[in-house]
């Protein structure tokens, strides 16, 4: 991966936060633009939260897992998202190199369903609920 990548990472989040309405594919919302938590939230304190920024169909994002209450570490997220609503993102586990893969689609402008496979994982349904600024 070397050095080409956090350099690219760190442009496209730039500009996606210096430009308004690069994120707009049709959706008044910003598409997958945003931050989103794994919902339903679960009281052992499992879950994921990720924050994402797009251009175009470009999707890039950075996140954090944890499972029982155990901090899995941060995430890094990079992907697609189509005009329809849909998307397939891949997600890279910083400490220790899992990855794992979320395709979907936007439920209205405010949750994201899918099934997330791999990371050590069956695959399984999940869903995002965009949260409030």
């Not at 956090?6 to 496209?12: D, E, G, T, V």
């Not at 499992?46 to 924050?51: A, N, R, V």
Request: net charge negative.
């Amino acid at each position: 991966m070397g050095l080409a990548f956090p350099l690219s990472l760190i442009a496209l989040l730039s500009v996606a936060a210096c430009s308004g309405s690069v994120a707009d594919l049709g959706d008044p919302a910003g598409g997958l633009q945003g931050t989103w938590q794994t919902w339903p939230l679960v009281p052992s304190g499992s879950g994921i939260d990720m924050s994402l920024a797009t251009i175009g169909s470009n999707v890039v994002g950075r996140g954090r897992a944890s499972e029982l209450q155990r901090d899995l570490g941060p995430l890094t997220i990079t992907g697609q998202q189509e005009v329809d609503g849909t998307f397939r993102l891949t997600v890279s586990y910083d400490q220790g190199g899992a990855t794992a893969t979320y395709s979907g689609h936007m439920a209205g402008s405010n949750e994201l369903d899918g099934e997330w496979t791999g990371a050590g994982h069956a695959p399984y349904s999940l869903t995002f609920r965009r949260q409030s600024k």
